[in-house]
């Protein structure tokens, strides 16, 4: 098993360079960029509308806070000015505009997921534009739904134990539910981008390998990029004001290689599957 899996990787290393992984995902990084902004946007005007403006601060952090480094800080600036003007700017035609940008970041990554699982893209302009749209939305609800959790969830929590005094023993499982949400949003959306995303036809098993390795790849590159941003790099010294925004370019980019790769791999352990179950 693990053969196959050291074998799987080295292709897929391999296919990503070939298949032009590394050029496409700076295309995929600018296009996610573009379309953060107006994806705040859309939150923002429904948090403003229907809930709690301060909401919109929380949902910011919980979508930016786990980045490193100061890589966030230029888009949650910018947040800041939005957050401040009326919501009635943006839940209008501007929002509908919002989520048509948005849809580009999600488009972007399906031409990516389509090369790395070598699928050509038969459904209809209309149809995937609707497929990101719909994305765009349940991610929007997703983030707000997750911010009332763990609003709430403490609230809840003092409540039972106040009646039930031996949940206290699970207080520490309680906490690593409550913070293990960001991850298993992330799992969900890697999850959804490679299932649904590129043009694939039944269920494909293997998926889960590659969300796999892009987790990992996520939270120890994280780390990593953290330390580089702490110690090595000064981009203020070469781009100036432009420091912060090349920064979430950079860590986007990153973000973006691990998602292909992990499509490129779920592709490499199909083949060397098939190879191992019918050598010639």
Known sequence: MLRIVFLSFYRAVIKLIDDGGLAIASNVALSLLLALFPFLMLIASLVRLYGDPSMAQQIVFLLLGSWPGDSADAITEQVRVLLSQNPGEFFSFSTLVALILATNGIESARDGLNRAYKVNERRSFLWRRVQGAVFVLLGAVALIASNVILVGAPFVWSLMLVRMEWLSEFALMFRLLQFGLPLVLLGATLFAFHRFLPDLKGHRRELLWGILITLIGIAVGSHLFGLYLQYIANYTAVYAGLAGIMV??????????????????????????????NPT
Do not use: D, M, R
Request: aromatic residues 14%.
């Open 248 to 277: 979430a370019i950079v860590y986007l980019y990153g973000l973006s290689v691990l998602l292909l790769f992990g499509a490129e791999f779920n592709t490499a352990l199909v083949e060397v599957n098939q190879e191992t179950k």
